[in-house]
């Protein structure tokens, strides 16, 4: 049995202490500060096989920000054993994790789960983006069940089950003839949907769903995941919309840290970058991911 995929960060003075250890997956830092970084997953095998049970999970420190990077798509292969990806997250108070999923294609002839388990604490934020395609070309697809269960530190903020299996998806108003679905949650704060296509254009058409509580989702189902011409711009500007909030709160704490005239923030970072700007690089590594 292949241990977890494990990743954790948690901010420093200088540069953020990034831990990861390898399972189906290994980890890469792409970009860091003193406060989070962004990291990109890389499969370390063929991925996902028949009878394999792929689990992440990540924690990140209050006050850290963390982005998770999906550097390909992964395919649900065919054969008889089910299949299963699981990602379990904590966010402590203050922190932001934002995880951009690439597709993930159900294979004929297999059944496989999605499961994913958040939790928040205090101010902590976490955006989300997870995109499924049923069957490879020229297939319909197998079975597929996707489960979400998110709770704050009053309790739960959001859980789904959705079934997606072969019989499910024909009923009546369910999927019908649908091969695409995406969807973009953010929990711990409620942004509003950035623009709506020409009806018609893109697919059925796309959902916005305001949480009960702090939070919100979007969906969008289609026959082919490249008539999606909204959730891509949606996550991207909710992330930017999330760090932003983040940068204004960092800037306050550090703010009233310094303790008398002219002494600087934190000092300069060991790359040399200045410190008195501390979205800085955030705000390049956002601008990176909306390209």
């Known amino acids: 049995m292949i241990r977890p995929t494990r990743l954790s960060v948690a901010p420093t003075r200088s540069r953020s202490r990034v831990h990861h250890t390898t399972g189906h997956l290994t980890v890469r830092v792409m970009d860091q500060d003193a ?9 370390t095998q063929a991925l996902l096989l028949s009878g394999d049970d792929v ?19 992964t395919v649900a292969y065919e054969g008889e054993a089910p299949s299963s990806w699981t990602v379990h997250a904590t966010v402590g108070d203050g922190a932001v994790l934002t995880w ?28 989300m983006q997870e995109k499924v395609v049923l069957g490879r070309a020229g297939q319909s697809g197998g079975d597929l069940t996707m489960s979400l269960d ?16 072969r019989q499910t998806r024909q009923m009546p108003g369910i999927f019908g003839n649908l091969r695409s679905m995406d969807t973009v949650t953010a929990l711990g704060w409620t942004p509003e949907p950035t623009g ?41 500007a909710w992330r930017e919309e999330a760090m932003r909030d983040y940068r204004h709160r960092h800037a306050a704490r550090h703010a009233q840290e310094e303790t008398g005239p002219g002494e600087t923030d934190r000092g300069p970072s060991r790359s040399g970058r200045d410190r008195s700007r501390p ?13």
């Open 35 to 43: 406060d989070g970084a962004r990291v990109g997953l890389l499969a």
């Open 55 to 73: 689990r992440i999970e990540v924690d990140v420190a209050p006050g850290a920000w963390l982005d998770v990077v999906e550097s390909t798509g």
């Open 100 to 127: 951009a999923g690439k597709p993930f294609v159900v294979s004929d002839g297999i059944a496989t789960h999605r499961r994913t388990r958040i939790r928040l604490h205090g101010t902590g934020k976490v955006l």
């Open 150 to 165: 998110a709770t704050d530190d009053t309790g739960p903020v959001q859980v789904e089950h959705l079934n997606l299996g």
């Open 196 to 236: 709506e296509p020409e009806a018609g254009t893109t697919g059925p058409g796309e959902t916005y769903f305001p949480l009960d509580r702090s939070g919100a989702a979007l969906r969008w189902m289609g026959i082919g995941r490249f008539r999606d011409q909204l959730c891509d711009a949606t996550f991207a």
């Open 279 to 291: 979205g800085a690089r955030l705000a390049q590594a956002s601008a990176e991911i909306t390209r």
